[in-house]
Antibody, heavy 120, light 111 residues
Framework: QVQLQESGPGLVKPSQTLSLSCAVS??????????WSWIRQPAGKGLEWIGR???????NYNPSLKSRVTISVDTSRNHFTLDLTSVTAADTALYYC????????????WGQGILVTVSS | QAVLTQPPSVSGAPGQRVTISCTGS?????????VHWYKQLPQTAPQLLIN???NRPSGVPDRLSDSKSGTTASLAITGLQAEDEADYYC???????????FGGGTKLTVL
């Protein structure tokens, strides 16, 4: 069973970089079965896909965030990270890491989410 | 503005049937790419409810079913129960964006 756990600061100042980590357990992050994603949800609003990573394929990002986002992997720690630069209040949201099998494209596994507030 | 359009809210009495629509375009649902459905309870992460290309995950009752026609997908819930009250989201792939897209979410209220 794949388990995911987000971690990182809950408060980030405007114009700074938001950095989050997602610890993966139950499967190796180098597994060819899964793609690893970040998804966010502003309070009271819907879900927004941020991007996805697979250790054997190129990383893809939401075009609306592409210029500010980097998703990378640390295979030694079996986790992947999200960096979002030049944040504003509009980036305040609950951030989830999630995993989907490449064969289905459905997000079968989710972390519990981490609230990140952008404020000075 | 979400790429996939869902009604903001639907409601029904216990035992009734409700449907939640999810309308997209020729670059996603109409392409056709699979549509998946999620249920989100307050203060919890979304959970996969129905996978559009395989059987529903274990534990998901067969009161729930999905369908698709053209650029619109639908989730139907029959025999409505209090435990069905939640937010529901649809998700698909969009070829013009080369990424995953979600609906704006529908709040289901059991009267």
């Amino acid at each position: 069973q794949v388990q995911l756990q987000e971690s990182g600061p809950g408060l980030v100042k405007p114009s700074q970089t938001l950095s989050l980590s997602c610890a993966v357990s139950g499967v190796s992050i180098t597994s060819t079965t899964y793609f690893w994603s970040w998804i966010r949800q502003p309070a009271g609003k819907g879900l927004e896909w941020i991007g996805r990573l697979h250790t054997r394929e190129s990383t893809n990002y939401n075009p609306s965030l592409k210029s500010r986002v980097t998703i990378s992997v640390d295979t030694s720690r079996n986790h992947f990270t999200l960096d979002l630069t030049s944040v504003t209040a509009a980036d305040t949201a609950l951030y989830y890491c999630a995993a989907y099998p490449g064969a289905t494209g459905s997000f079968d596994y989710w972390g519990q989410g981490i609230l990140v507030t952008v404020s000075s | 503005q979400a790429v996939l359009t869902q009604p903001p809210s639907v409601s029904g009495a216990p035992g009734q049937r409700v449907t939640i629509s999810c309308t997209g375009s020729s670059s996603n649902i109409g392409a056709p790419y699979d549509v998946h459905w999620y249920k989100q309870l307050p203060q919890t992460a979304p959970q996969l409810l129905i996978n559009g290309n395989i059987n529903r995950p274990s534990g998901v009752p067969d009161r729930l079913s999905d369908s698709k026609s053209g650029t619109t997908a639908s989730l139907a819930i029959t025999g409505l129960q209090a435990e069905d009250e939640a937010d529901y989201y649809c998700q698909s792939y969009d070829s013009s964006l080369s990424g995953w897209v979600f609906g704006g979410g529908t709040k289901l209220t059991v009267l």
